[in-house]
């Protein structure tokens, strides 16, 4: 049997973060928001954006949040399929116009098509090419559409 798994706790370098002064220095975009790359081990899994709340709530929480452009809201990475995303780093780029977190995924997949990563497809031969197999259905975990 498993020893039980202890509540996971942000990274030091995260706690550091903790201070939100840093916060002041990023250059959220006309509309508020800023382009937020997440990472794991090199594998860039996807691209959202973050408004000062989600970042906010990203450092308190040690789990990614984002601002829907869409569903003008905010949201948790996960809450619906329970893929969430641990994060161990955040950095910015040298404008402070961009985040990039460095997160563990939780579950089989960070896209909502059923893949690993949004970035599943590349261009080979003048089209768009699947380089990724599923990794769990989409319509077992949110429902048919």
């Not at 973060?17 to 916060?23: D, T, V």
């Not at 996807?46 to 408004?51: D, K, R, V």
């Amino acid at each position: 049997m498993a020893a039980p798994s202890k509540a996971w706790r942000p990274p030091a370098s995260l706690a550091a973060a903790r201070g939100m002064k840093w916060i002041k220095e990023i250059r959220f975009g006309p509309y508020g928001l800023v382009p937020a790359i997440v990472q794991e081990g090199g594998k860039v899994l996807m691209i959202a954006y973050m408004n000062r709340r989600a970042l906010e709530l990203t450092v308190r929480t040690g789990y990614a949040h984002f601002y829907s452009r869409s569903r003008k809201k905010l949201w948790k990475k996960g809450e619906e399929s329970g893929h969430v995303q641990k994060v161990a780093e955040i950095r910015t780029d040298c404008d402070a116009d961009a985040i990039l977190l460095k997160v563990r995924q939780k579950g089989p997949g960070a896209c909502h098509t059923g893949h690993r990563s949004c970035f599943f497809r590349a261009v080979r031969g003048g089209r768009l090419v699947v380089t990724d197999r599923l990794r769990f259905d989409p319509g077992q975990v949110y429902g048919p559409k």
